[in-house]
């Protein structure tokens, strides 16, 4: 649980943090030549790590915050 400032609220809040895929370009291609490519450039780059963002979602209201600042994954 993470302490935040909320936009909404207009206080700091209680925070639960999320860790989601990024969507990459490939995603849009339904193709199997698509799926590959997903998959040698998620290979290449170190896994799937480097393609997660780090969400706060505000306990109290719901609101939801980007926040790439961590270097946890480096
Ligand atoms: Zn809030």
Redesign the pocket.
């Known amino acids: 649980m993470v302490v935040r400032y ?6 700091e ?1 209680d ?1 639960r943090e999320t860790l989601e895929r990024k969507p990459s370009s490939y995603d849009t291609k339904k193709s199997i030549y698509g799926r590959l490519m997903l998959l040698i450039h998620e290979f290449i780059n170190g896994g799937h790590y480097y393609n997660m963002n780090r969400y706060l979602t ?6 939801k915050i980007l926040e790439n600042m961590g270097n946890e994954f480096e």
Request: some cysteine; charged content about 20%; aromatic content about 0%.
């Open positions: 909320c936009e909404c609220c207009k206080t809040t925070h505000c306990k109290a209201c719901g609101h």
